[in-house]
């Protein structure tokens, strides 16, 4: 996790609750979320731009990127589709 926990205009950087953490742009939009337990990202995880579109969703496990990965264009498209496993890409 990030050890700032305040934007220089208040904004907070993240907020941890209930095992679920969401990261924030400065203008508090959300910048990812997903599952945090024991101190790692676990499960799905979605990460966004700016405007609020999705931009990548993958998994991870005990903290490592696991499983598959997406990243999307800014229309939606998929642009790079790949597969983790434990940390290092594998397709």
Do not use: C
Not at 5 to 28: E, M
Not at 50 to 70: A, E, F, P, S, T
């Amino acid at each position: 996790m990030v050890e700032k926990k305040i934007f220089a205009n208040g904004q907070k950087v993240y907020d941890l609750h209930d095992d679920y953490l969401t990261y924030y742009f400065k203008d508090g939009s959300i910048k990812a979320e997903g599952p945090y337990m024991r101190n790692k990202k676990e499960g799905e995880w979605k990460h966004y731009r700016k405007n609020g579109h999705m931009w990548k969703i993958g998994h991870y496990k005990k903290g490592l990127k696991h499983g598959n990965w997406q990243r999307l264009s800014p229309e939606g498209q998929v642009e790079a589709d790949e597969t983790y496993v434990n940390g290092k890409r594998v397709k």
